[in-house]
């Protein structure tokens, strides 16, 4: 047995074992959801972090870069900046509202207490749009791995992605919120060492002198910011496009879950230094590993998202090697996991229930939502089978898909009190159905990424038809106005170290 294999299975025998601990400690449908809304700031902080960045911050991020060039700063900082506003405009609210509304586990759930929805519309149509971007998201993860165990131990492409599903689907379905978080935080850590180490290692390798400005100048088409590596002016559609990116941020079920989940809004603040700080590391390290990589190898690679990979086969010895490419699959975990756990919640809680009308049990909620993890995960095993996926276009689909559906709706469900449930209904829709339609048209503006289009849609959608449509219920209206009372209130930040946190095994 290979160094490198070793190191895989120690990995995954964590996880499983974290998994194990997180069931012991899961016994009501919160739980299992939402980890009983007791998540500390670093925690919360990484785990978000790391369930926002999939796989595609080591292939897909480093894949575009090692084709771009520099390039890629429009997109990574746009994802920067989308992640601070996010947290600065989302977390304390969303925390707030959710657990006053119903206590709403779900975003759905959230919707449909929030409004007030008594015809119950909110709640499906949300929770299927969930459904259908989440097939394609966990998907693009799925591909990751795919590529990353073909790669790395020569497997067959479509065994490694059911390799790799069955893996994410065990410990997800064991232990669920809990155990997504605690191993996310490993991953989140985990990931950000390689994308510090990889590409310094890399530099010193081709330039043991160090010397930066020689190396700008050998690799000169890597290094504009408003051309591209074949020497074309970028277009201004290509700069929004993935400038855009960071809008998205309002609208990833996975990624708001964890701002439900934190213990108080007291620990936003602190929250918000960690995630902002993991990512930018993150994001850096990402672009560094694609432009060091396209002037470290001398000859093209064929498939530009397995540049990581390349560079730490070819750096390190085989156990440094092996535990560099479990950052990949970390990465495509932490997200997969999360994905697969929203997606089961909306499954279960916002469809099968919602229309069966059947009370059940915390128990009966818990064991129904690991069969659907099951579920969903062969779905999504099978539209990744097709070796030639890019793990980035499947992405980019999927983040505007819920980036335009969901983002307008909720942003405005925290800050605007005259929009109601009709608007609300209207956004999810108009938002999710423009992302699909623009997704299909090509030249001129229609190659701008579908995310803004859809965006836009939503936000007109929601105001004009909140606006023509009556007052949402008075009794809502004073529930907003006390709890943002509440939240302006000062209170003292709290201070914590990674290790105090009660949430840990």
Known sequence: MSPILYTFAAYLGLTLLIGLIAWRRTQEIQDYLLGGRRLGPWTAALSAGASDMSGWLLLGLPGYAYGSGLNAFWLAGGLWIGTWLNWRLMAKRLRQFSKTFND????????????????????????????????????????????????????????????????????????????????????????AAALIMVPLIAFQQQQPDLNIELYIQQNEPLFRLFYSPTGEPLTLIAILSLLAWGLGYFGQPHILARFKAISSPQIVPLATKVAVTWTGITLVGGMAVGIIGNGFFNETLPDGEKVFIQLVSVLFNPYVAGLLLAAILAAIMSTADSQLLVSTSALTQDLYQRFTHQEMSDQKLIRMSRLAVVVIAIIAALIAQDPESGVLDLVAYAWAGFGASFGPTLLLSLYWKRMNKVGALAGIVFGGVTVVVWKQLEGGWFDLYEIVPGIAASTLAIVIVSLVTPKPPQEIVAKIDGMVGLLKQKAPTLKSSIFSSDNYP
Do not use: C
Not at 145 to 173: P, S
């Open 104 to 191: 709403s586990l779900t975003l759905p759930s959230y919707f449909e207490n929030r409004f007030a929805d008594s015809q119950q519309l909110i709640r499906p149509v949300s929770a299927a749009f969930i459904i259908l971007f989440f097939l394609f998201y966990t998907a693009s993860g799925l591909v990751a791995g795919g590529k990353l165990f073909h790669e790395v131990f020569e497997i067959d492409y479509h065994l490694a992605v059911i390799l790799g599903a069955i893996v994410i689907v065990l410990y997800t379905a064991i232990g669920g919120f809990l155990a997504v978080s605690w191993t996310d935080v490993i991953q989140g850590l985990l990931m």
